[in-house]
């Protein structure tokens, strides 16, 4: 699905964008092209804040997985956005918590991941 035709139609199609870019940018960046990763999940988050900007219940699921696979990218450029980084984490670790309070089968691969990572940053140096 492109850009240009998810944006073009419907609300509805704002969350599979999202969940596209953000699974795009993940794959990028298990292929070595961060950069691009980056990108690709850096849009994601913007268009799943626009998202929960309107209907946070809505579409927080859809923030938090943006943010996660944001956090993964930049976590692996960490030398170069480490404050980002944390940042990042941080905030994803908090959505997570609070969907796994209603929704905890939904979450628990990604919350585990995050909490671990979040419970261990070492920042450059």
Same mark, same amino acid.
Request: no cysteine; net charge negative; hydrophobic share 45%.
């Given at each position: 699905?492109?850009?240009?035709?998810?944006?073009?139609?419907?609300? $509805?199609?704002?969350?599979?964008?999202?969940? $596209?870019?953000?699974?795009?940018?993940?794959?990028?960046? #298990?292929?070595?092209?961060? =950069?691009? *990763?980056?990108?690709? =999940?850096?849009?994601?988050?913007?268009?799943?804040?626009?998202?929960?900007?309107?209907?946070?219940?809505?579409?927080?699921?859809?923030? *938090?997985?943006?943010?996660?696979?944001? $956090? =993964?990218?930049?976590?692996?450029?960490?030398?170069?956005?480490?404050? #980002?980084?944390?940042? !990042?984490?941080? #905030?994803?670790?908090?959505?997570?918590?609070?969907?796994?309070?209603? #929704?905890?089968?939904? !979450?628990?691969?990604?919350?585990?991941?995050?909490?671990?990572?979040?419970?261990?940053? =070492?920042?450059?140096?």
């Amino acid at each position: 699905m492109s850009e240009g035709v998810a944006t073009a139609g419907a609300a $509805a199609d704002g969350p599979v964008l999202v969940w $596209a870019l953000a699974h795009h940018g993940l794959r990028l960046s #298990e292929a070595g092209r961060h =950069t691009e *990763a980056l990108d690709a =999940t850096a849009r994601a988050v913007s268009l799943s804040r626009g998202l929960a900007a309107r209907h946070r219940a809505a579409h927080e699921d859809h923030l *938090a997985f943006a943010l996660y696979a944001y $956090a =993964t990218t930049t976590r692996l450029l960490a030398d170069i956005r480490w404050e #980002e980084t944390i940042d !990042v984490i941080t #905030e994803v670790a908090l959505l997570w918590r609070a969907i796994a309070e209603s #929704e905890p089968g939904l !979450v628990g691969p990604y919350l585990d991941a995050v909490t671990d990572t979040h419970a261990r940053p =070492t920042g450059p140096g």
